[in-house]
DNA sequence: GACGTAAGTCAACAAGCGATTACATCTGCG
DNA sequence: CGCAGATGTAATCGCTTGTTGACTTACGTC
């Protein structure tokens, strides 16, 4: 059994990523402060700049590379309608790290802004049109990103999501045939 | 001819709500600061607080009342959903102030997100759910709401629009049959 | 033309931010 | 053991923010 060691800088680095997604979710790029993180890492504040260099080397380590829709691409696209219907409708995630919500919330900063657009469009919208295919694909990719991006406004960051199972229903019954007509040309 | 007065409160006023308006479309409540708002109305700082308190009481003048959906609803939803299509796909603006904007650019903002949370839910999707009626319009509403949401997103803050005409032209139509499966029962 | 008040100006404050510095302490290795 | 480098700490720097209060200037009235 390894005694966990007082000083390990791979434990203590991995500490202040988690809390650094935790604070980027609930804040967003700007508002979300280096203090803060380091204290919800329980790590001195110093210890950032020390092994990310500066805050947005921390976001971009902490971010970035979970912008990707590869858990939902990897499967392809059969049935992916009502996948998507049921992650973004039924599931409830509590506050939970959802790297977009940290994109909805820091569309606003000059820093992160750019990166996140980029990030995006490489990791998520253009696999998806390459998916989708056809001389269709820009126009149906683009309707199932912002259909999902508004879903996530309404639902994860403006916590808008319906109290009522029937109404849940319903949606999810609708957005499934929306999505299903727009992933799979008829 | 009224000579303009070289005071004169109300168009001091007036400079500092347009200013204010199109500061925080482009920059959201928390990264506009009230030194950009004062130097582009031309006026001195100490200005913003003598006529409307503070910060935040600007905001509220400048940016609240906007929010409404009345310019669509008032004319029935019939033709709605081309309406809106053509509104959101073919409309170009090119930086203009549009209340929406400023929402998705203050989401983050401890003090205006829950004033804009609050205020699009009566101004705009409780008349929306409204006019639509039945049983399924919670539902009918939300899916509007969230793809208009997120074409805003897509074309006005994250500035995605795609460039050629045929992609927009097959999007506007696509568009338009999702929104007239929406807004009218069928 | 003096004068009171409305309109506008100026300098400064306290708070919070990211980043940096100099110092203390632990760990592994010879 | 003894020491060099890795790891962690505390204090502080320079900067920007919203807000404030005292000051100055222009306008309308008599």
Redesign the pocket.
Known sequence: MSQP?????E??TERILVAAQQTFHDKGYDA?????IADRAG????????YFG???GLFERAVLPHLSLGWFLKDGLQDGASRLADFYVDTALKGQFDPFVVLLRSLSSAEAGPMLVDAIQKQALDPLQEAIGGPEAEARATLVATQLAGLILWFRVMDKRPRDVQTRERLRKMLTDHLSGLLTPE
Request: positive net charge; proline residues 0%.
């Open positions: 060691r007082k000083r390990d800088a434990a203590t979300a402060t280096t203090r803060e790590v001195n504040l110093a210890l950032i700049t020390r500066s805050k947005r």
